[in-house]
C-alpha cells in the first residue's frame, strides 16, 4: 500500500468533513453520552463528543463510513476535545488514553476496510488534536495580564498523553488544528516529538491555523508568517487552515500559506459564514464552487471541510479535483526569520538589526529599580519606548542576584505579550541561566533569539542546551566562550566560533541561519595595554565568520566597549557609533543596542572621531589618554548635574537657524521639539508647503545619503521617515488653511514587485521612504504581472515605475515588463532594485529595450532622490545623458565579464558611482 507521503505527491487528498455536525444529526440523549461505564460520574456528559468512541462507537463508525464513501482519502479521528485539559470539564481525564487508542482504532478499522476494498485508493488516518480549551499566550483575567491558567509543561504533557496513544491505536498523521494560540500549538508539537520517541513510530506532523479577524491573524494575533517562523523548526508535513470563515473568506489566507511556505497545504473551511443563529447555511454546491477556485489555482494539496459541513459537501469534493494538479510546495529563503505578533525577517535589504538593550536590570539602573518595586507599568513604556525608536527586537535580562529571577523573567514576558505594540517584535531572551532561559522560551509564542549559550561548561552541556532551544523553535547567540574562559584575541575568538559552529550544524542539526555569534565587544581604553585591540579583534573576527561560517550572523553588545568612559554619554555613544560603522562595513548584523542613540557616525567632529578612531582601531600607543584628554574637555564644558547628557542633548539647538535644527530633528528622528520649531517656521515662511519643501526634505535627502554610504542603518532611517510624517501632520491643518490643499504631490509612483517573486520588504521600505518624501504610493504588492504595471500605469497617469525582484528570474520578468511598456508606447521612466538585480545588467537587458529612462538603484536611500532628478525639467537631461554614458561604459567592460560572471559585489560597486 502506498503511504501517505507517496500519494499526496500524486493528487489532491480529500480530507473528511466536520465530526460534530454528523454527531448533531443523531439527537443523542445523555445516556448515549454516557453509556454504562460512566453512570457514576458527576454532572453533564451530552455534548462531550469525544466520548461516543467509548458509549457509542457504532455512531463514529458509521460517520467514518459514510465519508469514505464519500470519497475522503483521509479521515480524522473522533479526538478533537480528547487530552486532559479539555476533558476535565467532563470529569473523564482518566480516560484520554482509552478514548484515543479507541477512536484512532475505530477509524484505522474502517479506513482499511476501504483500502482492501480499492487498493488503488488508499485510506489514511490522521489523529485529530484541538487546541484544548484553554491558552496559554493569555491571561483569562482582565485584572492580571500576567497570569495564565495552565504552563507550557501541563499542556504538552496532555498532548503527549493523547498523541502516545493516536499513536499506538494507527494513526497516519497527526493533525494539530484550529490552532488559535501558537503557543498551545508549540505545546503540541513538542508533546508530539516526545510521543514519537515513546512509542517509537514516526508519523508526519500536519498543522491547521485558524484566522480570528478578517486581517488574517491568530487568537493570541499573530500574523501568519509570524505563526510560520514560530512553527520553523517543526518537521512540517502540511500547513493548512481549518474553521474561522468560509472557504471564499479564506482563500486570501490560503495563498499567503501557498506563496511563503514550502510544505503541503491543507485547508478544511466550515460551510460558509455562520447566519445570526449560528448555524452553517452554504449548500454543498456552493462551497464546492469556492473550494474549486483553490484547486483551479493550484493552492492546495489536501481539501476537507469544517463546521457544518457533512458528507454531502465532501461527496462533490471528487468531482473538482479530477485531472487536476496539487499545488507545488514552494520554496523559501533562508534568510534569519523570527517574529513576535508579526514576521520579523532579516533580509539582505537590512544590514543591522538594533536589539534594544534597556529591558535589562544589570544594565539600566533605571529598570532595576522598576522591576525591584514593582512597577511593571513604566517598565514596560521602558519596552515600549524601544520599540518606538526603532528596536527591531528586545533583549529582556532579570539577572540580579537579588530577584527572583525566573519568576521575574515569566511575568515581564507575559506582560509584554498582552502589549500587542510591545509584542509585535520578537524577544530576545538574556540571562546566564539555563532554567530562565527555558522558563522564557516556554512563555513566548513567537520565535525568539535565546542570548546566549556558550562551550564554557563543555561540549556535552552545549550540545544539549542547543539541542533543546533548537526544539522549541528560537535561533541563538553564542557567545565566544570555552572551557578556558572568554576569548579575547581574534585567534581564540575564530577558533572557538568554529567548533560551536562545527558542532551545531553537525552535530544538533541547527540551522546555521539561526546562528547568532557574538565575538564578545570588550571595553578599550580601560588603561590595560591587553585591551587594546579588543575592538579590532572583534572587528576581524567579524570579518572572518562572516566568511567561513556560512549562514551565521553576528551580534555583539556594544554598550560594553566604552564602560571606561561611563558618565560621558556623548563620547560613549560616539565610540559605539565609531565601533559599528566599522564593523558593519565586515558583515556585523546585529547589536544590543540602545535604539534611542542619536550621534551618527558623521556628525562626530572631526578632532574627536580620529582620537575615538585611534582607539576602536587601535592606530597609536598613546590613543587612550588622548580621548579621555578631549572628553575631559568636553565635560569642563558642563554645567551642573547631568551635564553630560544635557550638553549632548540639546547642544545641537543652540545658535542653530530653525531649518538646521528642522533638518536635524528629521535626521535624528527627534519629535520633541518639532512643535515648537515648527510654529517658529510658520511665522518665517509664508506657505507652510515651503517648510516641507525646503528644509524637511533637505533633511530627508540628507538621510539618503548617509543611508546610501552606510552611516545611517535602517531603523534611524524609518525613524526619520516616521518623524518627517509627524511634521507634515503638524502642517497639514496650515496647508489646508491656505487653500493650496494638500501637500503638493512630489510624484506618482507605481510600485510593484515582478511576476513570480514575492519579496516585499525592499520594496516596502522604498514605498514608506519615499512617501515620506511627499511621493504618491500605488504599491500593487507581489508577483504583479506585466499586464497589470501596464494597466495601472496608464489609467493613473504615474510619473514613475518602480519595479522589484529578490530572485534570479525576475531579472527575466523586468526585461520582459519593460518590452510591454516599450509595446504599448509608454514613456515612464522605470526604477529597478532588489537583490539579484544590478547596474550592470540594467544596462545590458533592461535598458535596450526601452525607450524612456531605466535607472538601477541600489538601496531605498536613492529612489527620492534619483525620482526628484528624473521629475525635474532642469535635472534631468543631464541625469540622463550621465547615466546613458555610465551604460555604455559598461556595455563595453561589462560585457566582457559576461552578465554570469560578474559578481553581485562587483556590479553593486560599479554602481556606486553615478549619483554622488
Ligand atoms: N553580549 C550578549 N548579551 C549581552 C551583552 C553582550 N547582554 C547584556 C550586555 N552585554 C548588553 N547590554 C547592555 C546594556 C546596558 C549597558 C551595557 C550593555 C550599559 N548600561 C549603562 C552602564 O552600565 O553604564 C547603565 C546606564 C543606566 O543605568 O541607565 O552600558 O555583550 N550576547
Avoid at 539602573?365 to 527586537?393: C, M, P, T, W
Avoid at 540571562?431 to 513566548?444: E, H, M, R
Avoid at 549632548?648 to 535626521?667: I, T
Avoid at 509664508?686 to 540628507?702: C, Q, R, T
Amino acid at each position: 500500500m502506498k503511504s501517505l507521503q507517496q500519494t499526496i505527491q500524486e493528487r489532491i487528498l480529500i480530507l473528511d468533513g466536520a465530526m460534530g455536525t454528523m454527531i448533531q444529526s443523531y439527537n443523542l440523549r445523555e445516556e448515549d453520552f454516557r453509556g454504562t461505564q460512566f453512570a457514576d460520574i458527576p454532572g453533564l456528559m451530552k455534548g462531550n463528543n469525544d466520548i461516543l468512541s467509548l458509549t457509542r462507537p457504532d455512531v463514529i463508525k458509521e460517520i467514518h463510513t459514510k465519508y469514505l464513501n464519500a470519497g475522503a482519502d483521509i479521515i480524522e479521528t473522533n479526538t478533537f476535545n480528547a487530552q486532559r485539559v479539555s476533558m476535565a470539564d467532563y470529569h473523564v481525564e482518566r480516560y484520554c488514553r482509552l478514548i484515543n487508542l479507541e477512536a484512532a482504532m475505530i477509524a484505522r478499522q474502517c479506513a482499511d476496510k476501504f483500502t482492501a476494498m480499492n487498493p488503488d485508493k488508499p485510506r489514511f488516518v490522521a489523529g485529530s488534536v484541538g487546541p484544548t480549551n484553554k491558552t496559554l499566550s493569555m491571561s483569562p483575567d482582565v485584572n492580571n495580564p500576567a497570569f495564565r491558567s495552565l504552563t507550557f509543561d501541563e499542556l504538552s504533557d496532555a498532548y503527549k498523553e493523547q498523541m502516545v496513544a493516536l499513536i499506538d491505536g494507527g494513526v497516519d498523521a497527526l493533525l494539530i488544528e484550529t490552532i488559535f494560540d501558537t503557543l498551545n500549538a508549540k505545546a503540541a508539537v513538542y508533546a508530539a516529538h516526545e510521543a514519537m520517541k515513546q512509542s517509537g513510530r514516526e508519523v508526519p506532523i500536519m498543522i491547521s491555523v485558524t484566522v480570528s479577524d478578517i486581517a488574517g491573524r491568530t487568537l493570541s494575533g499573530q500574523t501568519l508568517e509570524a505563526f510560520m517562523a514560530s512553527m520553523q523548526h517543526v518537521n512540517i508535513f502540511s500547513i493548512g487552515l481549518n474553521c474561522s470563515f468560509g472557504a471564499k473568506q479564506l482563500k486570501p489566507f490560503l495563498e499567503t500559506l501557498s506563496n511563503k511556505s514550502s510544505y503541503y497545504i491543507s485547508a478544511h473551511p466550515n460551510a460558509g459564514l455562520p447566519n445570526s443563529l449560528g448555524q452553517y447555511d452554504q449548500t454543498p454546491e456552493e462551497m464546492a464552487e469556492q473550494v474549486a477556485e483553490y484547486v483551479d489555482e493550484g493552492l492546495v494539496n489536501i481539501i476537507g471541510g469544517c463546521c457544518g459541513t457533512t458528507e454531502k459537501y465532501i461527496e462533490l469534493y471528487s468531482d473538482i479535483i479530477k485531472d487536476k494538479l496539487p499545488h507545488v510546495k514552494g520554496k523559501v529563503n533562508n534568510n534569519l526569520r523570527l517574529s513576535g505578533l508579526e514576521l520579523f525577517e532579516k533580509s539582505p535589504e537590512i544590514n543591522f538589526v538594533n536589539v534594544g538593550e534597556r529591558c535589562n536590570v544589570a544594565g539600566s539602573r533605571k529598570f532595576l529599580r522598576l522591576i525591584n518595586e514593582k512597577k511593571y507599568d513604566e517598565a514596560l513604556q521602558i519596552a515600549r519606548a524601544q520599540v518606538e525608536d526603532g528596536a527591531l527586537v528586545i533583549d529582556v535580562n532579570m539577572d540580579d542576584g537579588l530577584l527572583e529571577t525566573k519568576e521575574e523573567m515569566v511575568t515581564f514576558l507575559n506582560l509584554i505579550m498582552s502589549e500587542p505594540d510591545i509584542a509585535k517584535v520578537p524577544i530576545m531572551i538574556d540571562s546566564s541561566k539555563w532554567d530562565v532561559i527555558c522558563a522564557g522560551l516556554k512563555v513566548l509564542q513567537g520565535k525568539s533569539i535565546v542570548n546566549s549559550i556558550s562551550l564554557k561548561e563543555g561540549e556535552e552541556k552545549f550540545i544539549e542546551h542547543a539541542e533543546f532551544i533548537k526544539r522549541m523553535g528560537a535561533a541563538v547567540v553564542v557567545m565566544a566562550f570555552d572551557e578556558k574562559g572568554q576569548a579575547d584575541t581574534y585567534q581564540r575568538k575564530i577558533d572557538v566560533c568554529k567548533r560551536a559552529y562545527t558542532l551545531l550544524v553537525n552535530k544538533v542539526g541547527f540551522n546555521p541561519n539561526d546562528i547568532i555569534f557574538d565575538p564578545n565587544v570588550l571595553a578599550v581604553a580601560t588603561g590595560i595595554e591587553e585591551h587594546d585591540n579588543y575592538a579590532v579583534d572583534f572587528i576581524n573576527a567579524t570579518d572572518w565568520i562572516k566568511n567561513n561560517l556560512p549562514g551565521a550572523h553576528i551580534s555583539g553588545g556594544v554598550s560594553n566597549l566604552s564602560f571606561s568612559f561611563r558618565g560621558n554619554n556623548y563620547i560613549r555613544e560616539a565610540m559605539h557609533a565609531v565601533f559599528l560603522y566599522h564593523a558593519i562595513a565586515k558583515g556585523m548584523d546585529m547589536g544590543i543596542v540602545n535604539p534611542a542613540t542619536s550621534i551618527i557616525y558623521d556628525d562626530i567632529p572631526a578632532d574627536i572621531l580620529e582620537r575615538i578612531e585611534d582607539v576602536v582601531l587601535n592606530r597609536r600607543k598613546d590613543a587612550s589618554e588622548r580621548l579621555i584628554e578631549i572628553a575631559e574637555e568636553l565635560r569642563n564644558k558642563e554645567t551642573g548635574a547631568n551635564g553630560a547628557d544635557k550638553v549632548a542633548k540639546d547642544a545641537w539647538r543652540e545658535g542653530a537657524s530653525v531649518e538646521d535644527r528642522l533638518k536635524y530633528a528629521l535626521m535624528k528622528g527627534i519629535i520633541d521639539y518639532l512643535q515648537k520649531d515648527l510654529d517658529e517656521a510658520l511665522r518665517e515662511y509664508s506657505k507652510a508647503v515651503d517648510i516641507i519643501e525646503g528644509p524637511l526634505m533637505g533633511g530627508m535627502n540628507k538621510v539618503g545619503e548617509l543611508f546610501g554610504s552606510g552611516k545611517m542603518f535602517l531603523p534611524q532611517v524609518v525613524k526619520s521617515a516616521r518623524t518627517m510624517k509627524k511634521a507634515v501632520e503638524i502642517l497639514q491643518p496650515y496647508i489646508e488653511k491656505s487653500g493650496s490643499g494638500k501637500v503638493k504631490s512630489a510624484g506618482k509612483v507605481l510600485l510593484a514587485t515582478v511576476k513570480g517573486d514575492v519579496h516585499d520588504i525592499g520594496k516596502n521600505i522604498v514605498s514608506v521612504v519615499m512617501a515620506c518624501n511627499g511621493y504618491d504610493i500605488i504599491d500593487l504588492g507581489v508577483m504583479v504581472p506585466a499586464e497589470k504595471i501596464v494597466e495601472v500605469a496608464k489609467r493613473e497617469n504615474v510619473d514613475i515605475i518602480g519595479l522589484s525582484g529578490l530572485i534570479t528570474p525576475s531579472l527575466d520578468e523586468m526585461v520582459h515588463v519593460a518590452m510591454e511598456l516599450q509595446n504599448q508606447g509608454l514613456n515612464i521612466p522605470v526604477m529597478i532594485g532588489g537583490a539579484t538585480t544590478s547596474k550592470l545588467h540594467t544596462a545590458l537587458k533592461i535598458a535596450p529595450v526601452y525607450g524612456a529612462p531605466v535607472v538601477h538603484l541600489k538601496d531605498a536611500s536613492q529612489n527620492s532622490l534619483v525620482a526628484s532628478k528624473l521629475l525635474n525639467p532642469s535635472q534631468k537631461d543631464e541625469f540622463v545623458n550621465r547615466l546613458e554614458q555610465d551604460y555604455e561604459e559598461l556595455r563595453k567592460t561589462g560585457k566582457k565579464n559576461s552578465v554570469g560572471t560578474v559578481s553581485l559585489d562587483e556590479a553593486r560597486k560599479n554602481s556606486l558611482n553615478i549619483w554622488d
